[in-house]
């Protein structure tokens, strides 16, 4: 059969459980805080050292579009070579002069920048075009650039081999009043020249995409980067969605943060970070934190395993005794525990009580058995006495039959097994008792019983009276005229106390001794009387109850301190 579990080896686990708790809490409030605080931290300086980097990617390509303007303007801020392109014919000194002009600004184009290359394009056959300079006649070309008449408004051209390929800035030459078109500008720079600049944030985790033309899309990307047509179609998209009046702006999309620069009034820089690769530090702190979360918890665990069963042990062992305690009653042991804290404290506490419990029931029962050491059987007992006294009546003696009366009663009630009477039953018993020896001792003690009616229900040990009584007859009893005097009186001396004292005018006993009988906590065996109403009315009534002794001037008086309770109407 399966032995069933003490309820109280639950506060073993609950006290565990409590400090897993306790322990626990705090842990993972440390870890979740250090976590956010962290991720903030990172996230951040995330965000700032992308617009850092790539705000200095923007500076030279600022610059670049500084120098393409400048490029452009150049030629465009001469009316009379303007209109030079739309006459294709011309007097030679015309031609001659127009050449000489071109020619010096082509050269003055490597001081703007070394790497840009010019060329026009024309729609028919220019003079210019035989005097050795970068003027050609490709109409087909210039129809590919999907030219506005109507506002000759720039176009940007990337060839489609990107690693030998070129970035034209396509210049539109005419009139916007007439809607005619002369020609277009082309200067032209390195593909590799434009791409190198948004090589250097490459290593840092943060890939750019100069955007020069949405509609048409047109874009430069950082080399090394793959191409991905959702995210090509996505960086395309974005000028239609932000606003071009900001010159920097910057959000979080998915997995990625985007940082966009505006280059001019044209272009578009912007640079995309994954975020799980540059987090990947802080994805180790947390794998760090976790791990030493985990080894707090398993630390915690395990000493919250030991404190517990060193808490919870004694306190099991104190509940198991209680329960023993029930089971067992007296003949339990009780094993000491060898603890200096407030847990041994408490357990030799409970332990003391528990054996001060098992010495007053031991107590209880020597009493109870040197009570029963002066029983016998009731029946015959009572039996006989009634023959003998129907056989006094028969021979007319009245004194035999009185004191075979008093003898009943006495024993009546002094052989039942209660323990605690009333005050009234007490003074029946005790009337028997004198009544008897009354008859036995005439004329040799007088004794006169003064108890209020309010102490007649109240309680009191049974056979505590007697005993007095037959001391004050036995030691104080006076064979001269009168006899001695007994006296029994009843008085408050408190709300929630009452005393009886018996008095008598006798010899005086040895006050010594009989207040060292009062006191010893081993009774003595031969001391049955005093010893005996003293301590069983403790063991009832508590410390404060007892049994006193008095010596005065012409005799002795032994009090009785009871409790006195409120009996209701």
């Not at 593909?191 to 100069?210: R, V």
């Not at 820089?269 to 690769?277: A, D, E, F, S």
Request: with cysteine; proline share 4%; aromatic share 8%.
């Amino acid at each position: 059969m399966k032995k069933r579990r003490q309820p109280f080896r639950r506060f073993h686990q609950k006290l565990f459980l409590l400090m897993i708790a306790l322990a626990l809490l705090p842990l993972l409030v440390v870890g979740l805080v250090n976590i956010l605080v962290t991720s903030n931290l990172f996230t951040r300086q995330l965000e700032e050292s992308a617009d850092l980097i790539l705000s200095r990617t923007a500076a030279p390509l600022g610059q670049l579009y500084q120098e393409f303007q400048t490029a452009e303007g150049l030629f465009l801020q001469d009316e009379e070579l303007m209109q030079a392109f739309a006459n294709p014919q011309a007097p030679i000194l015309r031609q001659v002069e127009v050449a000489n002009r071109l020619s010096q600004y082509l050269t003055n184009i490597k001081y703007i920048n070394a790497d840009f290359r010019v060329s026009f394009l024309l729609p028919r056959n220019h003079y210019l075009s035989s005097y050795g300079l970068p003027v050609k006649n490709d109409p087909a070309r210039i129809e590919s650039f999907s030219l506005d008449k109507r506002t000759l408004e720039h176009v940007y051209w990337l060839s489609d081999d990107k690693t030998a390929g070129e970035f034209t800035w396509v210049v539109p030459l005419g009139s916007v009043a007439a809607q005619q078109l002369h020609g277009c500008l082309l200067i032209t720079i390195p593909y590799s020249s434009m791409s190198a600049m948004l090589e250097g944030p490459q290593h840092l985790g943060q890939s750019q995409y100069l955007i020069v033309d949405a509609g048409n899309g047109r874009l430069i990307r950082s080399p090394g980067t793959v191409e991905n047509a959702a995210l090509q179609s996505r960086i395309l998209h974005l000028p239609e969605e932000k606003s071009m009046d900001k010159s920097e702006y910057s959000f979080t999309e998915g997995d990625s943060y985007f940082s966009i620069r505006t280059i001019g009034a044209e272009w578009m820089l912007l640079g995309i970070v994954p975020r799980h690769q540059v987090l990947l530090p802080l994805y180790k702190v947390y794998q760090w934190t976790i791990g030493l979360v985990g080894l707090l918890l398993l630390g915690m665990t395990l000493l919250s395993i030991r404190l517990a069963r060193n808490f919870s042990r004694p306190i099991e062992r104190l509940a198991s005794l209680v329960v023993r305690k029930k089971s067992e009653g007296a003949n339990m042991h009780i094993p000491p525990l060898v603890r200096a804290d407030e847990i041994g404290v408490l357990y030799d506490g409970i332990r003391e009580l528990l054996m001060e419990i098992r010495q007053e029931q031991v107590l209880k029962k020597e009493y109870r058995l040197r009570l029963l050491q002066y029983q016998i059987n009731p029946h015959f007992l009572y039996n006989s006495l009634d023959t003998i006294q129907w056989k006094a009546l028969e021979h007319k003696d009245r004194e035999l039959t009185n004191m075979i009366e008093y003898l009943s009663g006495f024993l009546r009630g002094g052989l039942d097994q209660i323990d605690v009477v009333t005050v009234e039953q007490e003074l029946r018993h005790l009337n028997n008792y004198i009544g008897m020896q009354q008859i036995r001792y005439k004329g040799q003690f007088t004794i006169a019983i003064q108890i209020p009616e309010e102490f007649m229900q109240q309680e009191i040990v049974k056979i505590s009276l007697q005993p007095l009584v037959e001391n004050a007859i036995m030691y104080g009893m006076s064979r001269q005229a009168g006899g001695s005097l007994i006296k029994v009186e009843g008085w408050r001396v408190a709300e929630d106390a009452f005393c009886i004292s018996v008095f008598d005018d006798g010899q005086i006993l040895d006050e010594e001794r009989v207040q060292r009988l009062l006191s010893e906590q081993v009774p003595d065996p031969d001391s049955f009387g005093i010893r005996n109403v003293h301590e069983r009315i403790r063991l009832y009534f508590g410390e404060d109850s007892g049994l006193r002794m008095k010596k005065l001037e012409q005799g002795k008086c032994f009090e009785l301190l009871l409790p006195f309770v409120e009996r209701l109407p």
